[in-house]
């Protein structure tokens, strides 16, 4: 479980291809910290560190994982914000963030305002009951509030903060992103799914 705070951000140094699944090696300021097991966020996908060498630390997607995000997407020197598992003994600063990617969201619009910035994503219509204005979601991991909702799109703000420390710097019109919709949405969801099932 995340929260959508990310805590830093890592550089992609290797892929490796096995069979169906990715292997990545990513360097960052946290990975000599991590242990072997442990759970990260990684652009919002949660994965298992595997090994870790120096500054460097291991993880490995399967096919599942892949066909879901934007994983097959991730180049050489890419920019992947990572988050570790949240402890629960503070302040949720965030959203609670499971990092199991719902689907994937294309940029249609990025603008300077002046000291912030703004961007315009579009999402499968598949998902529109999962996302209400003003409500939470997650964004390359990044713990963010939704507006101008529509069937098939939604705007994000970001401060400067958000910007400079996440790869949302990166992202331009045309650039893929991971979603997560946040998980009370989708029990809530559930329950009224079913309970029309059974009228």
């Known amino acids: 479980m995340f929260t959508g705070i990310i805590e830093t951000t890592g550089k992609?140094?290797?892929v490796e291809q096995k069979g169906t699944n990715r292997t990545f090696w990513i360097a960052s300021p946290i990975s000599a910290e991590l242990k072997v097991d442990q759970s990260v966020s990684h652009n919002g996908i949660c994965l298992t560190v595997e090994e870790i060498i120096e500054n460097?630390?291991?993880?490995?997607?399967?096919?599942?994982?892949?066909?879901?995000?934007?994983?097959?997407?991730?180049?050489?020197?890419?920019?992947?914000?990572?988050?570790?598992?949240?402890?629960?003994?503070?302040?949720l600063d965030g959203h609670l963030v499971q990092g199991h990617v719902d689907a994937t969201a294309v940029c249609t619009k990025r603008q300077e305002m002046d000291?912030?910035?703004?961007?315009?994503?579009?999402?499968?219509k598949l998902f529109a009951p999962y996302i209400i204005e003003k409500g939470s979601i997650a964004l390359n991991g990044i713990s963010l509030t939704v507006f101008n909702v529509t069937g098939n799109s939604f705007e994000v703000a970001?401060?400067?903060?958000?910007?400079?420390?996440?790869?949302?710097?990166?992202?331009?019109?045309?650039s893929t992103v991971n979603l997560e919709f946040d998980v009370i949405g989708k029990y809530v969801n559930r329950f009224m799914e079913l309970k029309k099932q059974h009228e």
């Open 56 to 91: 460097q630390h291991r993880v490995t997607a399967i096919g599942e994982t892949l066909n879901k995000t934007d994983l097959g997407d991730w180049k050489m020197g890419d920019l992947i914000n990572l988050e570790r598992c949240l402890i629960f003994n503070g302040r």
């Open 115 to 124: 000291g912030s910035w703004q961007f315009t994503f579009e999402y499968p």
């Open 12 to 14: 992609l140094a290797a």
């Open 158 to 174: 970001i401060i400067p903060y958000t910007f400079l420390h996440t790869n949302i710097q990166h992202i331009q019109p045309g």
